[in-house]
């Protein structure tokens, strides 16, 4: 009964017309998914990093993000003694549960895989702009052999912050962007249904189109309970 139930919801969504633009993606994208985006999710991580297309290192990481903006990664166990949280537009790396490095830096990607559907629609496009995504330029295109839409972009090959998105899921699946006069793209694949959204299981992520990492998750939890004390910096030594 509940599948029958998601088949029917699915096919009352609102469906993209084939002259959208990139905010009438956007504003479908949201309709499927505000109140329904699981609001946390856990998992851990097979991190491979890479070194002019070599592997260099393997290791686990384990994950915690509370969206819109809330992400904690523990480098090697659970509640580790070090790792990197982000919070905010913040991003405070530790060590022996110190602070060692924090940035003002936010981690975009939580943004725009599941943060934008807690936030107000007004706000995810203007955090576009910010983000110095261009939501004028628009095209369709294909990737893996699949349908995309591209916000950001009026052409396959535009040096533009763009996101990909698959048409008929309404997920990201690929971006590039341009920001620091460098290269910056990544790759989302193998999508898993949870709930009534979805995630990513596969990330990879080039440098000047050099592979840098490659990220493959593994028990996912979505909406699991979570002690929010484990994004402050202020609690490590408690």
Same mark, same amino acid.
């Given at each position: 009964?509940?599948?029958?139930?998601?088949?029917?919801?699915?096919?009352?969504?609102?469906?993209?017309?084939?002259?959208?633009?990139?905010?009438?993606?956007?504003?479908?994208?949201?309709?499927?998914?505000?109140?329904?985006?699981?609001?946390?999710?856990?998992?851990?991580?097979?991190?491979?990093?890479?070194?002019?297309?070599?592997?260099?290192?393997?290791?686990?990481?384990?994950?915690?993000?509370?969206?819109? #903006?809330?992400?904690?990664?523990?480098?090697?166990?659970?509640?580790?003694?070090?790792?990197?949280?982000?919070?905010?537009?913040?991003?405070?790396?530790?060590?022996?549960?110190?602070?060692?490095?924090?940035?003002?830096?936010?981690?975009?990607?939580?943004?725009?895989?599941?943060?934008?559907?807690?936030?107000?629609?007004?706000?995810?496009?203007?955090?576009?702009?910010?983000?110095?995504? #261009?939501?004028?330029?628009?095209?369709?295109?294909?990737?893996?052999?699949?349908?995309?839409?591209?916000?950001?972009?009026?052409?396959?090959? #535009?040096?533009?912050?763009?996101?990909?998105?698959?048409?008929?899921?309404?997920?990201?699946?690929?971006?590039?962007?341009?920001?620091?006069?460098?290269?910056?793209?990544?790759?989302?694949?193998?999508?898993?249904?949870?709930?009534?959204?979805?995630?990513?299981?596969?990330?990879?992520?080039?440098?000047?189109?050099?592979?840098?990492?490659?990220?493959?998750?593994?028990?996912?939890?979505?909406?699991?309970?979570?002690?929010?004390?484990?994004?402050?910096?202020?609690?490590?030594?408690?």
């Amino acid at each position: 009964m509940k599948i029958i139930s998601a088949i029917m919801l699915w096919f009352l969504l609102p469906v993209v017309h084939k002259n959208a633009n990139s905010t009438e993606v956007l504003q479908s994208m949201y309709s499927r998914y505000h109140g329904n985006w699981h609001k946390s999710l856990t998992f851990n991580q097979t991190t491979e990093r890479y070194r002019n297309d070599s592997l260099i290192k393997t290791s686990t990481w384990y994950e915690t993000i509370v969206y819109p #903006d809330l992400l904690r990664i523990d480098f090697d166990t659970p509640n580790s003694s070090s790792g990197v949280i982000f919070r905010h537009d913040s991003t405070y790396a530790f060590r022996n549960k110190k602070i060692v490095r924090s940035t003002r830096d936010e981690n975009e990607l939580i943004f725009f895989l599941g943060g934008m559907y807690s936030m107000t629609f007004e706000k995810v496009l203007g955090h576009f702009i910010e983000l110095n995504y #261009d939501l004028s330029k628009f095209h369709a295109s294909t990737w893996k052999g699949k349908p995309v839409y591209v916000l950001g972009a009026n052409k396959d090959g #535009d040096q533009a912050n763009q996101l990909w998105i698959d048409q008929e899921g309404l997920f990201a699946v690929r971006f590039i962007k341009y920001d620091g006069g460098s290269k910056e793209e990544g790759f989302f694949e193998q999508q898993i249904p949870l709930k009534n959204a979805w995630s990513e299981t596969k990330c990879s992520f080039y440098i000047n189109d050099k592979l840098l990492q490659v990220e493959t998750y593994h028990n996912l939890i979505p909406d699991a309970s979570v002690d929010m004390r484990m994004f402050d910096p202020g609690s490590l030594n408690r």
